[in-house]
């Protein structure tokens, strides 16, 4: 149950985004000179990247989707200051509005879904000719140090799906019918003090039960305490320890 996931983190999930806040960066930063007259975003979350939206396009509508109800509501209620946005419960998988859209926008948020395929078709059709969409992803090898540990630990329980590759994305809206522009895929490590301050902000971003690093039953008490200790001895580097992060972004025209 994402949406279920994602609203539980809902008050704490912007502390620890720096991944997913570079993510959003750099998907406005590939934005072509361009003032279209309304935008989707699909899994908007927190707000990082609509509120980044919202100063780049002042008084442009913005319909920004969540599935989850309740990080709607939060950030509904935190977006008062921006009447211009308009906050929507929906599924990126299956929702139309009501015209096609000249810009849609998407960071960190369309590796949850269950057919990548069959999602990027359906943003292909809400996307009007010509217009633009610009995704970031977030992609397999993110996390791999835990999800390695984990296996290691734990290998009966095993994450049930994994992040789509790069190579799965890139033929998932070449089927759907988009051009790629521009494109960058990167991968990064990101410093956390300590193996604990790390499952902390993982935890709070909403991934940990989830398929970045679930498995199909939960890790006992004892295997965690292992897995974070274990984590601190094999990851530490200069300052803390490190986490990997595989991203890539996307500037699409239909
Ligand atoms: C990691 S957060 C990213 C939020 C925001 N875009 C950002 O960059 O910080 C992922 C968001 O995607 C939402 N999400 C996941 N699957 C979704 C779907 N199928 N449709 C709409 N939203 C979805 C989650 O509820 C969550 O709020």
Known sequence: MIGHRFSAAAETYDRHAR???????????FLPEIYPEQILELG???????RLLAEHFPDVLIDAVDVAEKMVTHSRSKFTRFPQINWIVADAQTYRGNDPYPLIVS???????????????????????????????????????????????????????????????????????????????????????????????????????????AGNAPLSRTELSQLVADYQESFTTDGGVYATYETATFLLTK
């Open 19 to 29: 991944p997913q806040l570079a993510l959003a960066q750099s998907v406005v930063a």
């Open 44 to 50: 908007a979350g927190t707000g990082q990247l609509t």
């Open 107 to 213: 960071s960190a948020a369309l590796h949850w879904v269950v057919d990548l395929t069959a999602t990027c078709a359906n943003i292909f059709q809400c996307l009007e000719p010509g217009g633009t969409f610009a995704l970031g992803m977030m992609l397999s090898g993110t996390l791999k140090e835990l999800h390695d540990l984990r296996q290691e630990i734990a290998p009966e329980k095993t994450p049930l799906i994994s992040l789509p590759t790069y190579e799965e994305t890139v033929a998932a809206l070449g089927a759907a019918g988009f051009r790629i522009e521009r494109r960058m895929h990167s991968e990064e490590e990101i410093l956390y003090d300590d193996a604990r301050a790390f499952f902390q902000a993982i935890h709070e971003q909403g991934v940990t039960g989830g398929k970045v690093s």
